[in-house]
């Protein structure tokens, strides 16, 4: 197993609750990597095509695994996508769930023009914290934290724990970790 001298964080939630604007961020802040899911995705073509009624990818999560084992094995990345249970337990230090409110979701999504049935399934999505069940029943419960992100100073707080928590996660592993305990 690859020793990872830095961790893997999961940043998971909704279409639309902020995980590409706090990977940004954070990336920038702490010099992790930011793995967007979808453009791997896409640049691997690990799909097997394109669903129109929902507007997304059909991924293929075999194909989509073996096209990030290596990057991720090395820990470092943030890993940016609206699904977390398929990524393996020993790969994950910490897994972020963004949540926010459904009104200011609606409006994030509409502005996205999302088809209707697209809109409406993700925001019931997010009434019914279907990505925090996801989470909990994936990994272990010390792991995973729900964060609230409806607002700029709920993401500049939210950024300033999770940078906290790299650092402590640093001073815990100084010799790395292999991610199997
Ligand atoms: P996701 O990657 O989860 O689909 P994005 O990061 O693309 O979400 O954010 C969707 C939109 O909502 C963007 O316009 C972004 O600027 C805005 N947004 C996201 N999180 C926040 C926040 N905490 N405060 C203010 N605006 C936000």
């Not at 990345?77 to 790969?91: K, S, T, V, Y």
Request: glycine content about 4%; proline content about 3%; aromatic content about 6%.
């Amino acid at each position: 197993m690859v020793t990872r001298t830095e961790p893997n964080i999961v940043i998971t939630g909704t279409p639309g609750v902020g995980k590409t604007t706090h990977c940004e961020v954070l990336a920038e802040r702490s010099g992790l990597r930011h793995l967007s899911i979808n453009q791997i995705v896409k640049d691997k073509e690990a799909h097997e095509g394109w669903d129109d009624e929902f507007q997304s990818w059909v991924v293929d999560e075999d194909k989509l695994l073996d096209a990030m084992e290596d990057d991720v094995s090395k820990g470092g990345c943030i890993l940016d996508w609206h699904a977390c249970d398929l990524f393996p337990e020993r790969w994950v230090d910490l897994v972020v769930v963004l949540r926010t409110d459904s009104t200011v979701l609606y409006d994030r999504l509409k502005s996205r023009n999302y088809p209707e049935a697209k809109l409406q399934e993700n925001l019931d999505s997010e009434i019914m914290e279907v990505l925090l069940q996801e989470a909990r029943d994936s990994y272990s419960e010390e792991i995973v934290v729900e964060l609230k992100s409806d607002d700029s100073d709920q993401m500049e707080t939210n950024i300033d724990r999770i940078e906290a928590w790299i650092k402590q996660w640093k001073e815990d592993h100084p010799e790395g970790h292999d991610g199997s305990s």
